[in-house]
């Protein structure tokens, strides 16, 4: 039983230090397919239309995305955000602005695996937004809110700068849908599905 228990012993120490913590924070840039977008208010009506979005990522406030990430081997669980902003380029007749500038936050849990130091992944969860829009000589703004479901998918790079900080570049595809219902009077309902691709650059540290 002792030999059995020495031989064991070397076998725990090295799982226990194939374990860790990573953490990451990433900006970058989106391109976001045509959106099927919906605008539902009093004195508009209800309009549907093919929403040409971009995303201005490297404008305050910025496309961004933190992870925090717990490893077993090659595999991890993530919980993640993704800063994820829309910009309407194409607004409707009657429709002076529509944004979701203050985020169409993407909170996703991940499933991610490493080769080679190539890292690939992907998550669902829900969309929390805060959209803005001038509709009609109405002013609207906010709030926070949950307002729909994403799923993405991703593959990244990472290279190493010591044991513990490292650099990490990644793509990923979203697809996440809304309905958010932002103040004003009167009412305002707004449906996004907004396909995108992501490119971010940023930097991590495991522990």
Partial sequence: MLLLACGLFPARVATAAQSHWSV???VGEAYNARSTTRIEQGALGRLSTSGDYETRGLEAPFHYAWRIS??????????QLLHHKLYLKNPPDGVDSLSVSHGFNIVSFNRAWESGGWRFRAGVGPVVTHAEANIAGTAYDGPYELAGAAVLVGVGHRLDL???FYLLGEVSASLGWIDAHPRGDPDLEIGIR???LHAE???GYRF
Avoid at 70 to 79: C, D, H, P, T
């Fill in 201 to 203: 650059l940023g930097a």
């Fill in 162 to 164: 010591g044991p513990h």
């Fill in 70 to 79: 717990r490893w077993q081997g090659n595999s991890a669980w993530e919980l």
């Fill in 24 to 26: 990451e924070l990433l």
């Fill in 194 to 196: 907004n396909p995108a």
